[in-house]
């Protein structure tokens, strides 16, 4: 057997040339959601976003975090980076209550995140 050398950039699993870092703060942060949604554990790294607030939002009749802008607000959550296609896979998970944007963090990193679509 011949064992060849994985390409910088990419992983066993797939190509992860295109990692995408995404804030963390609710359901997303469970390892047994993140392997239901795009099929591996994320430990991520802790940050917080300034300028918003943890709320609530009932879809189908259960209850699930969600952030809104407060100018006074923090959240704690994580980063973690994901492929596109996991991106894809999330965006799918979070349903049109949420929409996805690009903030800034404390830590001076940009990352998506998914707020309430108003």
Excluded at 63 to 90: A, F, H, M, Q, R
Aim: avoid cysteine; charged fraction near 35%; proline fraction near 3%.
């Amino acid at each position: 057997m011949i064992l060849v050398p994985a390409a910088a950039g990419k992983s066993i699993r797939g190509v992860m040339e295109n990692k995408n870092k995404l804030f963390i703060y609710g359901t997303l942060i469970d390892p047994e959601i993140q392997e239901l949604v795009w099929g591996r554990k994320i430990k991520g790294t802790a940050d917080i976003l300034k300028g918003y607030k943890k709320s609530k939002i009932k879809i189908d009749g259960a209850i699930y975090p969600l952030i809104v802008l407060s100018k006074n607000g923090k959240v704690e959550g994580l980063v973690i980076k994901v492929t596109d296609d996991e991106l894809k896979k999330i965006d799918k998970y979070e349903t049109d209550s949420y929409k996805r944007i690009e903030v800034d963090l404390e830590s001076r990193k940009s990352a998506w995140v998914y707020v309430k679509n108003y």
